[in-house]
Each structure stands twice: as structure tokens, then as C-alpha cells.
């Protein structure tokens, strides 16, 4: 099973995204266009810092520190399979794990090639 993070969303907040969904769900309008700094910001960057993104999470490792060297394919699987290789220092089972599911192949790889060019203060 895969579970998103409790509270991801609270509030204002969370009416808002629920007003999306039920303003396209089912209408035949084409999602919104990938741009993976905003997923970045939107979806990852309460955990994890990015100096690029301007995100200071900490729940996650700071990926300013642990990409700079990795390649496009540890990188993509620490986000499709986030258990495959853990921080040390931070614990197993907090990260989502269905962003395979969610992203596709082509969305997977602009955030990837996103994040290499950013980490480390790139970008």
C-alpha cells in the first residue's frame, strides 16, 4: 500500500486543492503543464531543502548535500523507490512512494534532470 503523508494539506489549503479536483475531475481538460521547479516546491519542498527551489524542509535529507555527484538513475529511483537506499539519519517509510505511479516516464525525467542542475545551488 501506499500512503501519503498525514496533514499534507490543511485548511484553506486543503479546500482549495479539493476545489481543483472537483473543477477537472471527469471534465475531459487536459492536466495542468509539468513544471518541475512548482512540483518540486509544491510537492517536496516542505521535507526536503533545495536552495534553487528556495525550500528549507528538513524531514528529508537536503538534496543540496546528497545529489551533487548521483546520477539521473539513483536519483530517479530514490523517488520511485525511496527505500531502495536510505539517508543515514533519517528513517525508512516517510518518504511517499507512489510517485512511480504518479509521475510519468517523461515527467519523472524533467524532475530528475531538474534537480541535478539545481542541487548544490545550480539551477
Do not use: W
Not at 24 to 34: D, I, R
Request: glycine residues 12%; aromatic residues 6%.
Amino acid at each position: 500500500k501506499v500512503y501519503m503523508p498525514p496533514n499534507l494539506v490543511e485548511g484553506q489549503e486543503a479546500e482549495d486543492v479539493a476545489t481543483y479536483v472537483a473543477s477537472v475531475a471527469g471534465t475531459g481538460a487536459p492536466p495542468p503543464e509539468f513544471i518541475p521547479p512548482e512540483f518540486f516546491a509544491t510537492n517536496c519542498g516542505s521535507c526536503h531543502t533545495l536552495s534553487a527551489a528556495g525550500t528549507t524542509g528538513t524531514v528529508g535529507p537536503n538534496l543540496d548535500d546528497v545529489l551533487p555527484g548521483q546520477s539521473p538513475a539513483q536519483v530517479s529511483e530514490s523517488i520511485t523507490d525511496p527505500e531502495a537506499q536510505i539517508v543515514s539519519g533519517f528513517p525508512a517509510g516517510t518518504m511517499p512512494a507512489n510517485y512511480g505511479e504518479t509521475l510519468t516516464p517523461q515527467q519523472l525525467q524533467q524532475l530528475v534532470r531538474y534537480l541535478l542542475q539545481s542541487a548544490g545551488g545550480g539551477g
